[in-house]
């Protein structure tokens, strides 16, 4: 049986409406081992053959077997397999990528039959040495002559067997010396079991092969034949052994590491391209991881404020809008406080007790809000002690005249650096302006009577929280002196539930409203849950971030339609080269792998210098202010990863899959 067989094939091309016939009616066979040269003038169909014989073009009509097995049936992956498994191509213009050395370019067939990097080496070291390049291994096509590039192609041909070998033109880009070396070295190949196909329009080249195929028109025009004897050497089968083809899992993992490397490669090879792609990403990136860290240390912040000063309570008040008209609400008793303690997840009642006084030390004064303070009020107010001491039991008991001031009232009432501990301030009514008249022992102020306090202690909001304080500050007096000297009600408008949590606030709520409600009869009354009011400003501030997030993601979007972009240049410039690996065996599925994740490596370099520079902004930021720290989390590095990742693999799918769908025949034309 024939090694090549060709029935009645033809190759038509559709130029519009008109039909050029490349080949017309083919009828070839070729034996293992022989020496052929096709021959004929310039669009006489000989190239157009070579295609079909090499599998890089499928005919129009007709039927090709190789090996018994008929290749016009085919598919892509299975052509690239013969491609890969049987065929070596030797080209006019070598072929070769610019970027791999002669090893490099020697060893590619072996990748793409999944040989392990070692052993690819050793094979390629091997096949260039016997060919006289020991010496030029490490070399890159610009730096080999016409020649030794020539012979680097012959080595590539033979790295995966060679069983047949294709040569287009050979001789036709090199001087007389080298290209008499190269009919040799073609000559010694056939010698070896070989089968050799020229392709030449050179009479002397063709003169080197044993069996002469004329083409005319597309057509055989003669034929010279297969040699009388014709036989394979005796060691045949050893020479063209070639490499052995790897398991699925192991050419799938050098598939996915030489695309890696090659990726790096390309990228490294047109850095100024690669830097302004990858610039598009990164400013997308650190937008959105910016973005996020600024939002959530914004979000951190005035949640750690609002939770600070809302959580833990529930303020209940006299009056409800609900009221029918002239209703008047009551007080809160201390027999219904009690009662309200008594409820289960209330850890404490903290009555609200103020007014609104002038507050006056030496010659400054300042109005300032009053408070009578029991033991649970720093807590209700979410301040804390930052000098001297808080009101004892011994100071309510003994109603004494003392004060603690918060930071405002303190800022308002002494100088920068002044002591304020054991400071004398007089209370009186706003409505006083003048000097003030000394107290009656023992009764409330009257109305422009002044109240002489020591102030004990200095408080500031717990954990920098805010305040809802809109006076030139608090001072909080013992309740005991409060309702002895300013207010001597035993009733209140307000109050405070302090929550043990050992119950939901809203239960907890629910509670105290109907407990509320069955000691007045009627809801006259209202309060609100602030755990919930908490719970509405994070909505509100979590849509803030996912908008503003939102902003930074169209910065990435035009970042990856950027990468799309030179990707189908690159594609557009690199055809050749994707000829070249289709040719030696790459399959579809290598070549959009390629392109794939070299648009997935160029969008994560983009992102790990858009996340370095996020990082960087945020320790400019944090050195700048200490308010508002700005952390770059372990989570949004992933998240930013993981993001660019994605971003390559859905810009890049277009370029990879148009790469992926161009013809070996066309890509090698193309220049």
């Known amino acids: 049986m024939a090694l090549i067989e060709l029935i009645g094939v033809a190759r038509h091309y559709q130029h519009g409406d008109i039909d050029v016939p490349a080949l017309d009616g083919i009828n070839l066979s070729i034996e293992a081992g022989e020496y052929v040269a096709i021959v004929g003038q310039s669009g006489s169909g000989k190239s157009t053959l070579m295609n079909v014989l090499g599998c890089l073009d499928n005919p129009t009509h007709g039927s090709f077997h190789i090996g018994g097995q008929d290749a016009s049936q085919l598919g892509a992956d299975e052509l690239a397999a013969l491609r890969r498994e049987r065929f070596g191509f030797i080209f006019q213009r070598y072929h ?13 067939p072996a990748v793409y039959a999944g040989l392990g990097n070692n052993a690819r080496s050793k094979r390629a070291e091997a096949l260039l040495t016997r060919l006289g390049l020991a010496e030029r291994l490490h070399h890159r096509p610009n730096a080999l002559s016409g020649g030794q590039q020539q012979r680097v192609s012959i080595a590539r041909a033979l790295m995966n067997g060679g069983q047949i070998i294709l040569a287009d033109e050979p001789t036709g880009a090199l001087d007389s010396a080298s290209g008499a070396e190269m009919l040799r070295l073609l000559g010694e190949l056939n010698q070896k079991g070989h089968t050799i196909i020229l392709v030449t329009h050179d009479p002397s080249v063709a003169a080197n092969a044993r069996r002469v195929i004329e083409l005319k028109d597309g057509r055989v025009l003669k034929d010279s034949g297969t040699p009388a004897g014709h036989s394979l050497p005796a060691d045949a089968p050893a020479e063209l052994a070639g490499t052995e083809q790897s398991s699925g899992l192991r050419r799938l993992q050098v598939q996915w590491r030489e695309a890696i490397l090659t990726a790096w490669l390309a990228l490294r090879g047109n850095r100024l391209r690669t830097a302004l792609s990858m610039l598009g990403i990164s400013i997308g990136i650190a937008s959105v991881v910016s973005i996020l860290a600024l939002t959530d240390a914004a979000r951190g912040s005035i949640e750690k404020d609002v939770r600070g000063f809302l959580s833990g309570r529930i303020p209940v008040w006299r009056g409800n809008s609900n009221l029918p008209p002239g209703a008047v609400a009551r007080s809160f008793r201390p027999s219904e406080l009690d009662a309200i303690r008594a409820l289960p997840g209330v850890k404490a009642v903290n009555v609200v007790r103020e007014m609104e006084l002038t507050a006056r030390h030496r010659a400054r004064d300042v109005g300032v809000t009053a408070v009578g303070a029991d033991a649970q009020s720093l807590a209700a107010r979410k301040l804390k002690l930052v000098e001297g001491r808080y009101f004892n039991e011994l100071d309510q008991v003994s109603r004494t005249q003392t004060v603690v ?14 002591p304020a501990l054991g400071q004398t301030l007089l209370l009186s009514p706003m409505a006083a302006a003048g000097p003030a008249t000394a107290e009656v022992p023992g009764q ?7 109240l002489p306090m020591t102030v004990i202690g200095v408080v500031e909001p717990d954990g920098g929280g805010i305040s809802l304080n809109f006076s030139g500050g608090q001072v909080l007096l013992p309740l005991s002196t409060f309702t002895r000297k300013l207010d001597p009600r035993l009733d209140t408008d307000s109050f405070n539930v302090m929550l043990d949590f050992s119950l939901p606030p809203a239960q907890v709520r629910e509670q105290v409203i109907h407990r509320l409600k069955a000691l007045h009869g009627v809801e006259d009354f209202d309060s609100w849950n602030a755990d919930e009011e908490f719970q509405k400003i994070q909505n509100v501030t979590a849509a803030m971030a996912a908008l503003f997030a939102g902003v930074g993601a169209i910065a990435l979007l035009v970042g990856g339609v950027g990468v799309m972009n030179i990707m189908l240049v690159s594609v557009s410039e690199r055809t050749r080269e994707i000829g070249i690996r289709m040719a030696v065996g790459a399959r579809q599925s290598d070549v959009r792998l390629q392109f794939l994740i070299e648009a997935v490596v160029l969008c994560c370099l983009g992102g790990l210098v858009g996340v370095a520079l996020s990082w960087l902004g945020a320790q400019g930021i944090n050195a700048v202010q200490a308010k508002l720290e700005v952390r770059v989390s372990w989570t949004a590095l992933a998240v930013a990863f993981a993001v660019s990742s994605a971003v390559g693999l859905l810009f890049g799918t277009l370029p990879a899959r148009r790469a992926a769908a161009l013809s070996p025949v066309d890509a090698l034309a193309r220049e």
Do not use: S
């Open 96 to 108: 070769l990528l610019p970027h791999l050395d002669a090893r490099g370019n020697a060893a590619l």
């Open 405 to 418: 001031i918060d930071g405002k009232a303190r800022k308002a009432l002494f100088k920068p650096g002044q």
């Open 444 to 450: 409330p102020a009257a109305a422009g009577a002044a």
